[in-house]
């Protein structure tokens, strides 16, 4: 059993359906978020990375036959049409670390419709929970306005994946470490954390517990100190580094109360002792609005550290996103359900200055002054290139974030750009709607 089975049962059962009735034809699905969550002013889009890796050893073997027969109650002969079964397609999408805005496509897969069918669970979860993730980052990047920001959420994640996910995610954002050792040596990003409150605990005073810890590390150390009373901790720290020498570099940690007055009154404390290069470090239930606010307050903090609230974006842990279907065999295709109406065939996304992006097929000619933001990333179920690696992904988004209008950026009610469709997009639309309507038009009830 692999990954392929990671999927809901009606891509299994609508697959062995086109097989049967022999509608292998190419078919276009456009993966989307229709409408953006709440206080949020645009999205990174993240996943692909992780999608393709997937899509380049997707094929459907004897186990997975088996297990798909069990989930159906049938013998694993019927099932038989599926062995072997392999992504061929190609894959139009937006590289990892660019900014995105509902309605925008952040990926389109072209294939037989069997298999652009039986990918979409996966993917779908790939790409909406890392866009989800990084968005959330990115967010804390904004609201620390140049200090700081590290991953602390591996504990409370959803999942260990998830957590190694988060910690990428959040360095694709621009955190500067993560205190999940196996992101850290895996990705190479900065590995950083400081010690628990049961370690305090377990020696008779705070005192004792930071001179042991010194003398186990003797690189810079980051004390914590709050297991009692804050500003009693942050004394002892303080006496402590400066018996040892080992002020620059180091820093203390609060993790809960009033962080803006503990800072301030630990920064007095710090640079009374004469350690003016000790850093302060805060952490305990931060996101991008509690770290807003701390910013804004001008408390001396050099160092945000988040974790559950931005590991599982808390706000908004899901997205509204979709991957329907937009063309079958050369013809396009629409959903006309109540509020979940979506525009016909392949289409591509040009940005142009000032993030007004255009949505358009994606054979037209961009606009002026315009990029387009999807690029082939897949042909005949290969890479077309190399993976971007963290650096690249981090540059784009870095890059994007600056891009962003005033308004968008904001924490709390921003403004989020909205894309604007191409005039053959809107006629396009017209027509398929126009069709569908007519061939409905004979079955609805007529009224008494």
């Not at 206080?39 to 073997?61: K, N, Q, T």
């Not at 952040?106 to 294939?111: K, R």
């Not at 590995?191 to 605990?201: P, R």
Request: charged share 20%; proline share 7%.
């Amino acid at each position: 059993m692999s990954d392929v089975t990671t999927t809901d049962l009606y891509e299994v059962t609508m697959a062995m359906s086109y097989l049967r009735e022999g509608m292998t034809a190419p078919a276009t699905f456009s993966l989307f978020v229709r409408d953006l969550p709440p206080e949020r002013g645009f999205l990174v889009a993240a996943g692909l990375e992780s999608a393709l890796d997937h899509l380049s050893g997707f094929r459907v073997g004897p186990s997975d036959v088996e297990t798909f027969a069990s989930a159906l109650h049938r013998p694993p002969q019927d099932l038989e049409a599926l062995l072997g079964l392999q992504f061929t397609g190609r894959v139009r999408a937006v590289p990892e670390g660019r900014v995105v805005f509902a309605g925008e496509p952040l990926l389109e897969v072209t294939a037989p419709l069997p298999q652009a069918q039986l990918v979409e669970t996966y993917v779908l979860d790939l790409l909406s929970h890392q866009t989800t993730i990084a968005s959330k980052a990115a967010r804390c990047v904004l609201a620390a306005a140049g200090h700081p920001v590290v991953d602390f959420s591996l504990r409370r994640t959803h999942g260990p994946q998830a957590g190694f996910q988060a910690a990428r995610l959040g360095a694709l954002a621009g955190f500067a470490g993560t205190s999940n050792v196996a992101a850290a040596t895996g990705l190479g990003i900065p590995a950083v954390g400081t010690m628990a409150h049961s370690y305090v605990e377990a020696f008779p005073s705070e005192d004792e517990a930071f001179r042991a810890f010194a003398r186990s590390h003797p690189g810079p150390l980051t004390l914590l100190v709050d297991t009692y009373d804050t500003e009693r901790g942050v004394r002892v720290a303080a006496d402590v580094l400066r018996d040892l020498g080992r002020g620059p570099g180091c820093a203390v940690r609060l993790d809960s109360g009033d962080l803006a007055d503990l800072a301030a009154r630990a920064r007095s404390i710090l640079d009374a002792a004469g350690l003016p290069g000790v850093r302060i470090v805060a952490s305990g239930g931060l996101d991008e609005y509690a770290v807003d606010d701390l910013v804004r307050s001008g408390a001396p903090i050099d160092t945000y550290a988040v974790g559950t609230r931005v590991g599982v974006s808390a706000d908004a842990p899901y997205l509204d996103s979709a991957y329907k279907m937009v063309e079958y065999d050369g013809r396009p295709v629409m959903k006309l359900s109540s509020a979940k109406v979506t525009a016909p065939g392949p289409k591509q996304v040009y940005r142009r200055p000032g993030c007004t992006d255009v949505i358009a097929l994606a054979d037209e000619r961009p606009p002026s002054s315009a990029v387009a933001l999807l690029t082939t990333v897949m042909e005949d179920g290969r890479r077309t290139g190399g993976s971007s690696t963290l650096d690249e992904c981090r540059a784009r988004c870095a890059a994007d974030l600056g891009a962003l209008p005033a308004a968008a950026r904001r924490i709390r009610a921003p403004l989020a750009p909205r894309a604007a469709a191409s005039a053959r997009l809107n006629a396009l639309t017209a027509r398929v709607r126009h069709s569908i309507e007519e061939q409905l038009a004979p079955h609805r009830t007529v009224p008494a």
